[in-house]
């Protein structure tokens, strides 16, 4: 592994080697290093050297802000965290990205380009377009309200049965075929969140007036075209979104209607219910509770080594390491994710393991991501592989493909017998069509109509009238009967909008991609797997379309790669049901 000490130079005073070493660090002991990058010599033969000091710091930089957030996320209740990540959010970051902004403008006008750093070089020419200094306290002050959601839904605790259990924790009673208890379940979860609908409300509308302030100040009239340029989407636009959603419209709507009558009918119920929406329709028991995390993530090491030699080598390092965070306590924020560790070239994975029902997306989802950046470590520069810099589009690949190959290798595993892994494939794959696209598409749709109506989206009344409209297209078939007020909190409980705008529609994106690439592995499984694992190690040095070929896949969204995917998801569940 490259450290900072390793790859220093005289031309450079030698950086910390850990995120600790730096966050100890004051702004008068950190600064002097942005300093050297921008009075040092930049030329074709110190560049090199250059990008290698700048990537260092840069890492140490990004390690020790996500190593807060990570923290924040780990215990909501501790404000000394809050506190510890606002002080350096305040007295390190923000001042560092204003220097940072100096040093890409130093790279940019030298007209040198490092190896390998087209895209990257594109990236960062739209990131110093959109630097405006005003911007900054902005930006740290949405950084900071994120917590706040993150703190409302992590103090969301409710009494179930005898015993006050966090408000995640009831996701499981969803799996139950038990109707009457799923239906409680659902009406005390419903219930707490209503509790905090004022919270969410007043968030809302200072963080809308927040985004759409930084747009102005970068010079966009709308937030969309701001945050479009930031997340460096090049390759496709609004208008392909919009035309994506007539297409699932077109295609799969027939196809969500079907699936939503055999579940009616499996279920025996007049109509369907959103207590209705998730029960596996095969199994006649609750679903099999995880009790020992740490025994059943090595039941996965196995599951990885099945797959592929190196991937279960990955896997077993962030377990030797304790680079997961997947047991559901009260304090936790209601979220999953995996976190670079750009110093340690390490990921930490985040989320939620309560029963059998949901393994794949917090265990195999994110071991995807995790693969992804063991398989891009050895890009030499951060920005050919930093959060941000790679495309979500292609990220969310990387995620959506291992849980479609891990699927098949759970009971080859020990992690589940071959019945309950028959049903829970079965399960995942009609939960794809009948509610995981048509939510992304629901979620897409909804942000489009926001910042495209900002005046009125600041009414978060407005908001739930365009939301129960948006559900009638895009989900219809479910029975809100006497559930008006539940069913307009609803887009509350999405944490993309508040946190992470318009970072939603890459999980449809990908799962077309996946698609493909599973259906690869079902021909020839070493094949795709190789042209996988290369897809990955390209990290952001490649297009959004150029990803996807490397991976053996098409980027493409229209009515034939639809069909396609529908073909595949109704033979399979028909070969497993058989």
Excluded at 191 to 207: F, G, P, S, Y
Excluded at 287 to 296: C, E
Aim: hydrophobic share 40%; aromatic share 12%.
């Amino acid at each position: 592994m490259d450290t900072s000490e390793t790859r220093s130079s005289a031309l450079f005073s030698p950086l910390p080697t850990t995120s600790e070493a730096f966050e100890a660090l004051s702004w008068s002991e950190i600064e002097p290093w942005y300093h050297e990058l921008l009075n040092c010599s930049l030329a074709v033969d110190t560049l090199d050297v250059w990008m290698a000091q700048w990537s260092d710091l840069s890492a140490l930089l990004d390690e020790t802000m996500y190593m807060r957030d990570i923290a924040c996320t780990r215990d909501t209740a501790d404000e000394t965290l809050v506190q510890r990540k606002q002080r350096f959010l305040t007295e390190i970051y923000s001042p560092a990205q204003e220097l940072d902004q100096q040093i890409k403008e130093r790279l940019l006008a030298s007209g040198l380009e490092p190896r390998g750093f087209a895209i990257p070089l594109r990236n960062l020419r739209a990131e110093a377009s959109l630097y405006r200094a005003e911007n900054l306290p902005l930006i740290n002050e949405d950084k900071l309200l994120n917590d706040e959601y993150f703190r409302i839904g992590g103090e969301q605790k409710v009494v179930w049965e005898d015993k006050e259990v966090p408000l995640r924790m009831l996701t499981t009673v969803m799996k139950d075929p038990d109707r009457a208890r799923r239906e409680r379940a659902w009406r005390v979860v419903a219930a707490r969140q209503l509790e905090d609908q004022d919270k969410l409300n007043t968030l809302w509308v200072k963080k809308m007036q927040l985004r759409q302030k930084i747009a102005q100040n970068a010079g966009f009239d709308n937030y969309r075209d701001y945050r479009w340029k930031q997340l460096l989407r090049f390759d496709y636009t609004p208008d392909d979104c919009k035309a994506f959603h007539k297409a699932f419209e077109r295609v799969l709507i027939p196809a969500v209607s079907q699936l939503r009558e055999k579940r009616r009918r499996l279920l025996g119920v007049e109509t369907l219910r959103p207590w209705d929406m998730s029960v596996n329709l095969y199994s006649h028991e609750a679903p099999r509770a995880i009790a020992d995390v740490a025994g059943f993530l090595r039941q996965f090491a196995t599951l990885f080594h099945l797959i592929d030699p190196q991937l279960g080598q990955y896997f077993n390092i962030m377990l030797e390491e304790g680079l997961f965070d997947l047991e559901t306590r009260q304090h936790k924020a209601s979220a999953g994710y995996c976190m670079p560790l750009e110093v340690r070239h390490r990921p930490f994975v985040f989320g939620h393991v309560r029963s059998i029902a949901n393994i794949l997306s917090p265990v195999c989802h994110e071991a995807g991501h995790a693969f992804h950046l063991f398989e891009m470590a050895h890009l030499p520069y951060i920005h050919q592989r930093k959060m941000g810099a790679l495309p979500m589009e292609f990220a969310e690949v990387a995620s959506t493909t291992m849980e479609l190959i891990g699927s098949l290798h759970l009971h080859r595993a020990g992690i589940c017998s071959q019945q309950e892994a028959a049903l829970l494939r079965i399960d995942r794959f009609e939960h794809i069509l009948l509610s995981y696209l048509p939510i992304i598409i629901r979620a897409d749709a909804f942000q489009h109509w926001v910042y495209d109506n900002l005046d009125l989206a600041l009414d978060p009344q407005k908001c739930e009238e365009q939301w129960i409209a948006l559900s009638r297209r895009f989900l219809p078939a479910i029975d809100w009967g006497g559930l008006d007020r539940e069913q307009r909190n609803g887009w509350q409980q999405y944490l993309h909008f508040y946190c992470y705008p318009f970072y939603m529609i890459e999980y449809a994106y990908a799962t077309l991609g996946a698609f493909q690439i599973w259906r690869n592995y079902l021909n020839d499984p070493q094949k795709a797997l190789q042209q996988y694992r290369y897809g990955l190690s390209l990290g952001a040095t490649r297009t959004i379309p150029e990803l996807y070929e490397a991976a053996g896949a098409k980027f493409a969204f229209d009515d034939a790669l639809l069909e396609m995917v529908q073909r595949l998801v109704e033979e399979t569940i028909v070969e497993l049901e058989g």
